[in-house]
């Protein structure tokens, strides 16, 4: 649903009375607020970091599990930002009469792929001028002109339902009706889905996705409003598409990452 930084939702109006301790805690001050929603609030740093305010309690974990996947297995960052600091903001707040954990996420600006405002679903403005397509152009519907960014969202679109799958198999579900018998025949479905990530942009996207589903990670809900364009920064760099929210994954395949990391009140960088 389309919010405008004028509908924020009062929990972050509540943790905004305690801006000097989160600007403390992130090392940066906080400006203006670039977007807001159910779970979370992004807001201006320092460039070209921007700072996400959440309490989704699972996006501090698994940020952090990324991030150490990553160190371990030396490949897979291309497709997520470069995150500069994960920290928990203490005490929880009280919303709804429950407790809310809140995670601060510094990481660097992205463009958004897609936006949805009051006119709906439809490409950004970058997007538009960098495949070079019509204002008009439709965010929904026949995909295919557009190449590799066509098969890289037809990709996305079932590795979504694939992961989807896999959790509701982990919680013993059948999803039988939704072409996913088993959890190995999942992952082995997953394991194929890298074949729909061609050329410099989408490629790493690919790549990030696999490495975590060889690690038993699978994001349970990367849609379309959590991709962005990962703009390069020097000659060694390009543009490319990344994962800048990867939440709402109870426990991603491990009780470590909501016990260990979580519980204990770990931070990370």
């Known amino acids: 649903m389309w919010m405008s930084a004028a509908r924020k939702k009062a929990w972050v109006e509540d943790l905004l009375t305690k801006r000097d301790a989160i600007e403390r805690a992130v ?21 070209p970091w921007v700072v996400k305010l959440s ?43 429950r407790k809310r954990k809140v995670w601060a996420i510094v990481r660097e600006g992205i463009e958004p792929v897609f936006v949805n405002d009051r006119k709906g679903l439809r490409f950004s403005q970058y997007t538009l001028d960098k495949l070079g397509l019509p204002v008009d152009a439709p965010a929904y519907g026949p995909r295919a002109q557009y190449g590799d ?13 694939a992961a989807q799958a896999w959790h509701r198999r982990k919680r013993g579900e059948d999803t039988s009706a939704w072409g996913f018998p088993s959890l190995e025949w999942t992952e082995e479905y997953i394991t194929r889905l890298d074949r729909h990530f061609s050329g410099a ?18 994001l349970r ?15 060694d760099d390009w543009d490319r598409i990344v994962i800048f929210d990867p939440g709402h994954t109870p426990t991603a395949g491990g009780g470590d990452i909501e016990t260990v990391l979580v519980e204990e009140g770990r931070e990370a960088l």
């Open 221 to 235: 809900d990367v849609h379309l409003l959590n991709i962005g364009w990962h703009i390069a920064r020097d000659d």
């Open 27 to 47: 090392g940066m001050p906080l400006g203006r607020m670039l977007g807001c929603g159910h779970w979370g609030c992004v807001f201006e740093g320092e460039p």
């Open 201 to 218: 942009a989408f490629a790493p996207l690919g790549e990030s996705l696999s490495m975590l589903a060889s690690n038993g990670v699978y």
């Open 55 to 97: 309490i989704d309690p699972t996006e501090g974990p698994i940020w952090m599990k990324i991030l150490n996947l990553v160190g371990e297995e030396r490949y897979g960052d291309g497709g997520f930002p470069e995150i500069r600091l994960i920290r928990r903001i203490m005490p929880d707040l009280v919303t709804g009469g």
């Open 149 to 161: 960014f066509s098969r890289a969202i037809q990709g996305l679109d079932r590795y979504r339902l």
